[in-house]
C-alpha cells in the first residue's frame, strides 16, 4: 500500500545533540512538508519542499534544516539551536492541487 | 495573514447526540477549505473538504458548507459514536502548498 512512513515513532535527544527525523513516501507526490504540533496550538510548517533539490522555509524554521536529494524521501534534523525541540513532528506530501497525506508522526523528547 | 479559528473544546458528548465545531477563517479571497481528523497517537486524515462558496463537503456522515457570507466551515454530524474520538482540526490553502490549521479541537464520544 501506497503512504507516508515516519521513523522512529519516538525520538529522544540530549541537550545539544542535532536529531534526524525520517520522512519516506512512495505515492509519488512532488511536494513534502514539515509540521511541528504542540499542544493546543495546531500545526506549524517548518519547511516544505515542491521539488528534488528545492526546499523553502515555513513559518518555524529556526533551528531545524532539511535535504531532499530524492524525490521520496524528506529528512527533517533538529539542530541544537532550537530551543524547545520537544513536540510531536508530522511529515505530508502532496500532489499539485491535492489535499496533503500525513504520516503517524514523530514524538521527540529532551531527556 | 491567513488564519483558521476554531472552537474551543474539548467537547465531551454522548453516543447518539448531535456534533457541530465551530471555524472561521480569515483570507483575502476565497481559499479552498478542510477538516482533518487525528485520532490518538497518529497523523492527520482528510475527512472532508470544499473548494468554492456553497460546496458541501462530506463523509463517514460528518458534513460541512462553505459559507463565504460569514467565512465559515462548520462540522457537523447527526449521531456520534464512540469511534468519533479525535482531535478535529479545521484548515485552509489557497495553493495547496501552504496550510494553516485551527488549534484543534478534542473530541470525546462516551458510551
Known amino acids: 500500500d501506497g503512504g507516508i512512513t515516519q521513523s522512529p515513532k519516538y525520538l529522544f535527544r540530549k541537550e545539544g545533540q542535532n536529531v534526524t527525523l525520517s520522512c519516506e513516501q512512495n505515492?509519488?507526490?512532488?511536494?513534502m512538508y514539515w509540521y511541528r504540533q504542540d499542544p493546543g496550538q495546531g500545526l506549524r510548517l517548518i519547511y516544505y519542499?515542491?521539488?528534488?533539490?528545492?526546499?523553502q522555509k515555513g513559518d518555524i524554521a529556526e533551528g531545524y534544516s532539511v535535504s531532499r536529494e530524492k524525490k521520496e524521501s524528506f529528512p527533517l534534523t533538529v539542530t541544537s539551536a532550537q530551543k524547545n525541540p520537544t513536540a510531536f513532528y508530522l511529515c505530508a506530501s502532496s500532489i499539485s492541487l491535492q489535499p496533503q497525506h500525513f504520516g503517524d508522526g514523530t514524538r521527540l523528547s529532551i531527556l | 495573514g491567513n488564519s483558521v479559528t476554531q472552537m474551543e473544546g474539548p467537547v465531551t458528548l454522548s453516543e447518539e447526540a448531535f456534533l457541530t465545531i465551530n471555524c472561521t477563517y480569515t483570507a483575502t479571497g476565497y481559499p479552498s477549505l478542510f477538516w482533518y481528523v487525528q485520532y490518538p497517537g497518529e497523523g492527520l486524515q482528510l475527512l472532508l473538504k470544499a473548494t468554492k462558496a456553497d460546496d458541501k463537503g462530506s463523509n463517514k456522515g460528518f458534513e460541512a458548507t462553505y459559507r463565504k457570507e460569514t467565512t465559515s466551515f462548520h462540522l457537523e454530524k447527526g449521531s456520534v459514536q464512540v469511534s468519533d474520538s479525535a482531535v478535529y482540526f479545521c484548515a485552509l490553502t489557497f495553493n495547496d502548498y501552504k496550510l494553516s490549521f485551527g488549534a484543534g479541537t478534542t473530541v470525546t464520544v462516551r458510551a
Open positions: 505515492l509519488n507526490h512532488d511536494a
Open positions: 519542499s515542491q521539488i528534488v533539490n528545492d526546499f
